[in-house]
């Protein structure tokens, strides 16, 4: 299944009632950045998601710093956005991937079966002349019925398991190679990685600003068989998102997401942290 939508896939959803696009366009150090963009410009018909207040839950002990939504409040949220469980849902950002396919994972993890990522984002619509509005739509509210898939969700326990080599299971840490190797970690308060995984930071699946194709993705993950379960993580589990969707796109089934990812790993004193050889 393709879930990265090119922007000649999604035009002819413009206008449709069964089609929604969603703005998840954010920023890690202006958390308003986003919005405020939204409201500038956006999409016509669509509506905004923010990160922290819409796609994750009250930050505590643990959990991470972008932890789970209470997901009867994402309902809530879906529900006065328009999307029912019918509708065909076009995430997009700024074009970095991460938040749009925060949203994404979200919707599978709710059940939802047509949502798809605008490959290269509001950059990409900009770039190609599409139209844009200040307009706010006018939502008609929904019904929607969760129906949760645990397939793709890994928590502490299990991330415990496969990082104590119980399992066969891999371990992708989604950072960039100097926080994996706990060389340098700017946000979280311990550095390093969970012990046993392995390296693929999440940027490396994108090219010019766009996702890799599955064929290069394949490539990209050959270490890892096709068979194999997988887990991903990153630093609060945002930008592991896009190499779960990478990982699908190359054609591996079993995929999870341990959205705590290595801020919620670390809040547990007695979790082991591996860093690089003399560190």
Not at 21 to 38: M, N, Q, V
Not at 120 to 130: I, L, R, S
Not at 246 to 257: D, P, S
Request: aromatic share 10%; hydrophobic share 35%; proline share 5%.
């Amino acid at each position: 299944m393709k879930w990265v939508k090119e922007l000649n896939e999604v035009i002819e959803g413009l206008g449709s009632e069964d089609v929604r696009f969603c703005d998840c366009r954010f920023s890690l150090g202006e958390p308003e950045k986003g919005e405020k963009a939204y409201l500038e410009e956006h999409i016509p018909g669509a509506v905004y998601f923010h990160l922290e207040k819409d796609l994750s839950g009250q930050v505590s002990k643990h959990g991470g710093r972008h932890p789970l939504p209470d997901m009867d409040d994402f309902k809530g949220k879906l529900e006065q956005a328009g999307i029912s469980n019918h509708s065909t849902v076009i995430a997009y950002d700024g074009g970095e991937g991460a938040f749009a396919a925060r949203l994404w994972w979200l919707l599978k993890y709710a059940g939802h079966e047509n949502v798809y990522v605008l490959n290269g984002g509001f950059k990409e619509w900009k770039k190609e002349g599409q139209p844009v509005t200040k307009e706010i739509p006018h939502i008609v509210r929904s019904e929607y019925a969760l129906s949760l898939n645990a397939e793709i969700l890994a928590d502490t326990e299990e991330a415990t398991k496969v990082s104590e080599a119980e399992s066969k299971k891999t371990l992708i840490d989604s950072r960039e190679a100097k926080r994996y190797l706990g060389i340098e970690e700017p946000i979280d308060k311990k550095a390093g990685h969970i012990p046993g995984a392995v390296n693929y930071p999440w940027t490396d699946g994108f090219a010019s600003g766009k996702y890799r194709n599955a064929e290069e993705q394949r490539k990209r993950f050959s270490s890892i068989r096709l068979e194999d379960p997988v887990i991903v993580y990153c630093g609060s589990g945002v930008t592991a998102a896009p190499n779960f969707i990478a990982l699908k796109e190359a054609g591996y089934e079993n995929v999870k997401l341990y959205v705590g990812s290595f801020s919620d790993w670390i809040s547990y004193p007695e979790n082991p942290v591996a860093q690089a050889a003399g560190k």
